[in-house]
């Protein structure tokens, strides 16, 4: 037998090492992996569809001839990029507003192209701004198997790889694999939902002729998905309701009382109840285990530190996990300047990388010289050691895997964890998908703290937004600027940063320092142009959703999101959430360019109101397939399948099934459910695995 889990993508014909780099960066490692990268749409091999009204203003595929290619000055004074390709009878504009060269030079006259897009209708054009798109290479061969067929699957961009490399591969992969590809769901639920095995569910889902089932299709592998992570789940609180630490804390008032008085500013009700909640877990026999939500700028790093405090009073170690160095660094330097008058307290931070002053800390660490170490997931490298660590926090949980947390807390005996988020996620919910973690709620921001004036506009009112951001900056005031990374196609959004930058410098800020801050700069790099913009050496700062985590400049008043309908509510929000942390009045721009009604909704919903929770139950709502929605955004644990707007019935329907077999077979000693042992086993396994790598 043969775990195709385990087979490395390696294995297969046509990948070698450069293809299993392109491949691993969107997740795929396996054979298993491979053949759970669906497509997310699928093709005619030769289209026939004519467009009729039903087409308009929705998402649409087709391949089409490239018939003209030409830029133009629009009246806006802006350059446009223009492509119109013929598709069947019909004519359609392909649009770029940003580009750079190397766009206008990919289109030949005449060669074909497949494009992806909201098509809509303008001036009596059928047009399609920003399309995604494939030159097709006629030398790009597609092998026998594909030719014969009527519907062809269009796959997520990988790197460079072509639609006809990937759909060769994943064919290639059956091919090679078919026989190994094992049931995962216990019979009873198969025949419970009528779902398809695996095996004819996979080989439906890639090589489909029928696309209007894909959805059916896909819901077992969504359910497969939420029913193991509630499993998991479950099975863990149980354990850990048994579990019982070597020692539990004790109240003793001493640095916990001094950090209380020594505070530039009064606790808010909300942050004492939380505190409290904290400390009794701490101070009972069992483990904690707990969701610490907030909204940005609630005030969960202080709330932290006196946990950490608690600890110290114990006589443990404590240790803040963040996810970019950025942050931590920040974190870093809050927590000291808190700690400033108690030097006995002593602080490191550890991000990744090698040096002398690294290795004299990792020291410190193991010989427990350090009170309190604050790090990226550096912290979770094998040689790093401590002492007597027992808290740990994880700041912006739902960015670490679960692995990487399981990694933290498995290394060390049963310390206290503390997980933040600063993505308000309705209390039910956060039951249902958190359900192994107690949840605390910080749903109060300390009263120094201004709503926000947000103002959504369209695209041609920007210069009148420019003249008033220029009045914030001549008042000392700075701003930050964000265009959106669509992971498909990171070197156009790249590019539309960049562009935008030289625009601002030229035209409309050529007096101010502006700088760009991008997630694929080193991260010393970064650094810098961080500390510029703390220092304010620099006042406009655009950048990527590089931002979109806890960067604290009081200073800046003014953020200006450009293409803000491409975003979800709660990343919008947590954007937004950078300005409005000094004592000035702060602005948000929410700049759209073209709206669906959801957008709007979301949009408006915007400019109405500062809650996150209100937003966040807004956001659920909202959500509609087919919308974009970036990598980690929502807050949620990242889920290959499962859109948890989407699959809130699944979602219910695993947890009732899960539920019910853990009472009935809490050890997985049916036959019935040897499969599932099986998996859980596996899972655990991988865990112990990563710990020692
Ligand atoms: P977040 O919850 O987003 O992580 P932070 O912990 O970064 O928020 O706090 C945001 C800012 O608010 C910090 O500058 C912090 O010092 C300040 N702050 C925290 N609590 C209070 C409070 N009760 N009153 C006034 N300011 C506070
Ligand atoms: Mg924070």
Not at 205 to 212: I, L, M, Q, R
């Amino acid at each position: 037998m043969q775990n195709i889990r385990k087979v490395s993508i390696m294995y297969l014909k046509g990948v070698g090492e450069y293809r299993a780099k392109l491949l691993a960066s969107v997740g795929v490692e396996s054979v298993n992996d491979l053949l759970e990268f669906f497509p997310k749409d699928y093709i005619g091999q030769s289209w026939s569809e004519e467009i009729t009204d039903e087409h308009i203003d929705s998402l649409f595929s087709c391949i089409g001839e490239i018939d003209e290619v030409r830029e133009r000055m629009a009246t806006t004074g802006t350059r446009q990029f223009i492509v119109t390709i013929k598709a069947n009878e019909d004519y359609i504009d392909l649009i770029w507003f940003r580009y750079g060269k190397w766009l206008t030079k990919s289109f030949i006259y005449g060669g074909k192209i497949w494009v992806s897009g909201f098509l809509s209708s303008f001036n009596g054009r059928y047009q399609i701004v920003h399309p995604q798109y494939e030159v097709l290479n006629e030398r790009d061969q597609l092998n026998d198997f594909w030719k014969t067929r009527s519907r062809l699957p269009v796959y997520p961009t990988v790197g460079n790889l072509t639609q006809t490399q990937l759909r060769n591969l994943i064919y290639n992969a059956f091919q090679q694999h078919h026989a190994y590809i094992d049931e995962t769901l216990p019979d009873y639920i198969i025949n419970k939902y009528k779902y398809d095995d695996r095996k004819t569910a996979l080989q439906k889902v890639h090589f489909n002729t029928k696309p209007k089932n894909t959805e059916f299709l896909k819901d077992r592998f969504v359910f497969e998905e939420l029913f193991y992570q509630q499993i998991m789940m479950i099975k863990n609180k149980n354990m850990r309701e048994k579990e019982v630490k070597s020692k539990p804390f004790k109240l003793h008032n001493t640095f916990t009382k001094k950090l209380l008085e020594s505070l530039p500013f009064q606790l808010t009700g909300a942050q004492k109840r939380v505190i409290q909640e904290i400390f009794a877990d701490m101070q009972s026999d069992n483990q904690m285990s707990r969701l610490l939500q907030g909204d940005v700028g609630s005030g969960k790093t202080v709330v932290t530190l006196f946990a950490m405090l608690l600890a110290k009073e114990n006589g443990y170690q404590s240790a803040l996990m963040a996810p970019t160095e950025i942050l931590a660094d920040q974190h870093f330097r809050t927590i000291s300047s808190m700690l400033e008058n108690m030097p006995e307290i002593s602080i490191g931070l550890l991000t990744g990388g090698v040096s002398k002053a690294k290795n004299e800390l990792k020291r410190q660490i193991i010989e427990g010289e350090v009170d309190i170490v604050v790090g990226t997931h550096a912290l979770i490298q094998k040689d790093v050691l401590f002492h007597n660590l027992a808290f740990i926090a994880v700041d912006e949980q739902h960015r670490f895997g679960v692995h990487q947390r399981a990694a933290l807390s498995l290394k060390h005996k049963k310390p206290d964890m503390l997980y933040l988020s600063a993505t308000p996620i309705p209390r039910s919910l956060a039951l249902t998908i958190f359900g192994e973690l107690d949840v605390s709620i910080i749903n109060e921001l300390p009263p120094t703290r201004k709503p926000i004036k947000t103002k959504w506009i369209h695209e041609h009112a920007k210069t009148k937004a420019y003249q008033d951001i220029e009045k914030e900056i001549e008042a000392g005031r700075q701003v930050y600027i964000v265009c959106p990374l669509i992971e498909d196609s990171e070197k156009i959004d790249l590019l539309a940063a960049e562009s935008l930058l030289t625009e601002l410098q030229r035209f409309y800020f050529p007096n101010y320092k502006s700088a760009l801050l991008h997630g694929k700069m080193k991260a010393k790099a970064k650094d810098e142009i961080m500390q510029l913009f703390a220092n304010n050496e620099i006042q406009i700062l655009v950048s990527t959703t590089v931002i979109e985590v806890g960067i604290d400049v009081p200073n800046a008043s003014v953020m200006m999101i450009e293409h803000a309908e491409r975003f979800g509510l709660a990343q919008l929000h947590q954007l937004r959430g950078r300005v409005g942390r000094g004592a000035e009045q702060s602005y948000c721009y929410l700049v759209s360019y073209r709206t669906t009604e959801i957008a709007k909704a979301r949009l408006t919903m915007m400019e109405k109101s500062n809650d996150g929770f209100e937003i966040a139950e807004k956001d659920l709502e909202l959500r509609g397939p087919g919308e974009f929605h970036g990598k980690h955004q929502s807050g949620l644990p990242p889920y290959k399948f499962a859109n948890l707007a989407l699959h809130q019935e699944c979602l219910n329907r695993a947890r009732a099934d899960a539920i019910e077999l853990l009472d009935d077979d809490p050890k997985f000693e049916k036959a019935e459910n040897q499969i599932v042992k099986y998996l859980y086993d596996e899972y655990y396994e991988g865990k112990e695995k990563l710990i020692d790598y």
